[in-house]
């Protein structure tokens, strides 16, 4: 069984299009996160929700919504997509806070034309 | 925002003990050191969590000096299926604050 998962596992789409990307855990984990890594290789944590609350929410364009249905979802959409948003995202748990244990889905690979 | 600081890449053989050493010059006293391994086309993977002194499991050593500046990852007698990127990260304890991966130490494991 998957721990953490993602769809799609890649995802390529034109400038100026709407994309979500769905991410579930099956951990139990009241901890989700979304991580963006780019072509530099640099992983950078973009959202946190805890128990469906946002925690951690760094400087990310508001194009980009997380949205937490359950604590066992953390789905990310995407509006208006932009060259400079290709990259590929990760979503993550944990149990309970950021410095624990967290679990990486396989990555979704966006690739916008 | 501890920052961190490893070399960019490190060259080994099997059978070798690897370490890889972190800089944080500013920790705080609530932060913890964690190491992730990350390989190609994969999410990053959890190895090894610590505070203070040496922490042991059955994949890795964290070392962990008095003054928590930096700390060490011991990889001992490692494998070609090692070859991946390495993490540092620190972070405090309420996980309010996000953690920062650095740029990672990619170690290329020859035979």
């Known amino acids: 069984d998957t721990a953490v998962s993602q769809t799609p596992k890649y995802l390529v789409t034109q400038m100026g299009n709407d994309k979500s990307i769905k991410c579930e855990q099956n951990?139990?984990?009241?901890?989700m996160y979304w991580y963006k890594q780019d072509s530099k290789k640099f992983l950078k944590i973009m959202f946190s929700?805890?128990?469906?609350?946002?925690?951690i929410n760094e400087t990310v364009p508001n194009r980009f919504s997380p949205k937490s249905p359950d604590k066992a979802h953390l789905n990310l959409h995407i509006n208006s997509l932009e060259l400079g948003d290709s990259a590929v995202y990760f979503c993550?748990?944990?149990?309970?806070?950021?410095?624990?244990?967290?679990?990486f889905g396989p990555g979704t690979r966006l690739t916008v034309l | 925002l501890a920052k961190t600081t490893q070399p960019i890449s490190m060259d080994s053989y099997e059978g070798q003990e690897v370490n890889i050493t972190c800089s944080h010059n500013?920790?705080?006293?609530?932060?913890?050191i964690t190491w992730y391994q990350q390989f190609p086309s994969q999410g990053p993977r959890f190895i090894i969590q610590g505070y203070k002194t040496k922490v042991t499991n059955e994949v890795a050593s964290l070392f962990i000096p008095a003054d928590r500046k930096s700390s060490t990852l011991s990889l001992p007698r490692v494998s070609l299926s090692d070859t991946a990127v390495y993490y540092c990260l620190v972070g405090d304890v309420t996980g309010r604050r996000a953690l920062t991966f650095g740029s990672g130490t990619r170690l290329q494991v020859q035979p």
């Open positions: 500013n920790i705080a006293t609530n932060d913890y």
């Open positions: 993550a748990s944990s149990l309970g806070t950021i410095t624990n244990e967290q679990f």
């Open positions: 951990l139990g984990h009241d901890t």
């Open positions: 929700y805890n128990n469906k609350e946002l925690i």
